[in-house]
């Protein structure tokens, strides 16, 4: 009597979750500082300053009926401006307020996007290694799957994969630049022939094939990487983006999308959006986060804690001997498992108390995910149970 | 190529939404003290002082990382510990932390719901009046929606009609007391009968027929008017609660579902509903605000300026001629419209600058929506426009 399709949904828990249980009941049998759990994505850094004071000083100041009164659906107008000049601001891509709708954070920005786009039947690509969810969400939007590989080692967009898998049924691409759970950011020449490739692909169908670039990473950068901004190099473009990972603020559920105003028929697919989101029961974002991102809107994250966490993993790991993607951005790491099987790989690291991600649930065997949004101490005190781990396998050659 | 069903929702704005924009327009014009907009559902009492209290205590005791970070899907395992509790005290109704699922608000609440027990072709009863998004959520989650009209004049529970409509395909019944729009709170002789009816439905026919309570409006009573709680007189119920109304934080999109435990399949019935919000993109309940709700579980709302209006508002339109709903709940008035054509009624009294919502999005002819959730003043200045529009139907007679 109940949709099947969501009983199993609700109680398939994903594998990161899977992991997360094990360690909750693994550390309370040796204690916590005893399990190096790596399988979440949970920002380990505090929200700025800033996030806080204006919280409060949005109560302090604000009339509390238009405080914590709805807004419009697609989100309060002064916060959408101030989007929208950042937008143009920093990106060089025109942007107005018309083109923002305000959500409950990237999923929710996926959700109604795709449901907005989505005819019954059409095909979406995702780009293997993808995050896990992105399926989910395709197919809630009654879209069929297609997976294409990436290329090894660095997963850039793979176009000889890519050409055998876009048809006439292909509607739209994710795009997840900086990459969960690579930490890869996508190079300007990647996008500028993905670009390409897309356009031709549209006269070819006579079809729109939409990217949908999925950003929560785009402001967890290292070493002044450059994230490509995909509406200036594609005119069909809907760009979800949250603030959970760059304000430290996950929990709070406040994000926007960006429907590109150089989209042929962006008016529409504004509305679309607007229609989806009512469907779906998103009234409005939050009122309080939508004013207090706004007034966040350009700060920074400090990234130092990730950034040294980054580099000590990705510098020990490879000196045992690990290998090991080098992450641009994010606060992942994409390591070789050390067997094919990287399900029985995660399950013997579990012996020394590490727990990773199999790479399966991603879209791709043989690799496994590790977090390293985790506490500087958690990398340095890991890394002997890594050398171990690797000691195991090596003595069995 | 984008979904049109998804592009129609998005640019049929609602009847309400359009009485919205003509209201700015004419304010704009003629001054907003001139302008009588009764169209909007948005508290106009401020939050309680706990509310915004409870925001800046959690900012100032907790730790950044655990107060702005994911919680659960289901939520806060603290905040719905709380919440089971409040309702176990004050209905007399068991409830444990894993019957309740933190939502974005009412409207998620019933989305979710619905997508969790719908399948395809399954049909949903609507009681008109209804409220109008009711349809749009449950035809989302796939149901055919059937109406029943209730019984003037005080749209209680009309069982000829409910016989007439439910069959083997009926899987859902929502049910909306206090009632939006009529302010009606439905009677526990009316509840008591309709579980009867229900559970003989449900033994003929074989299957679960579950009734969906939309609450938001449970705390809005007047008169020491008591709303039966429905899990305790029918067991296959699901209750979506939001604290929009009750809190006066509606822009804030917090509340819960409710998966009495009661219900044969309760468990798995709650697996699905955590599987369809996943299917949506609500990762989770905005936390900062689950912590809030929790921490003001049990505030009441100072309802005195709503009852004020409510009785003046009652009072000054039955003594002109007008014959209304009496309402015992929420903060609308149902009035008989004084031609059958209430949406030309609406428009012969846009002339008096009065802006009313017609009944027939609600699924009824002939009446009109108040919302008198407005300053006192507004009340007292509107009345002799209703006068003059009355005496102007009555001297065409």
Redesign the interface.
Known sequence: ???????????KSSSIREIFEYSKKRKAEIGSENVFDFSLG??????PKE??DA??GF?DSF???D?????SAQGDMQVRETIAKSITERFDVPASANNIYMT??A??????SL?????EGDEVILLAPYFP?HK??A??AGAVVREVLCKEPRFEIDFSELEMAVNKNT?AIIVNSPNNPTGVVLSEDNIKRLSEFLNEKQKQFG??ITIIADEPYRELVYDDEVVPYIPKYYDNTIVCYSYSKSL???????GYIFVSPKME?SE?????????G????????????QRTVAACEGIKPDLSAYDKNRKALYEGLTKIGYSAVRPDGAFYLFVKALEEDAAAFCERAKKYELLLVPSDSFGVSGYVRIAYCVGYEQIANSLPAFEMLYKEYNEEK
């Open positions: 009597m109940l949709s099947q399709k969501m009983l199993s949904l609700g109680k949970n920002p380990s850094i505090p929200a996030v806080d919280i409060k109560i009339d509390s009926i405080l914590h009164g709805y807004t409950c954070g999923a929710a920005s996926l959700t109604i449901k907005a786009i989505i005819n969810e989910v969400f197919e809630n509607r079809r729109e430290s603020i996950p929990g709070e559920r406040i028929n529409d697919t504004f509305f679309a959006v607007c229609g989806a009512r469907s779906m029961g998103y009234v409005c974002a939050p009122s309080l986060l």
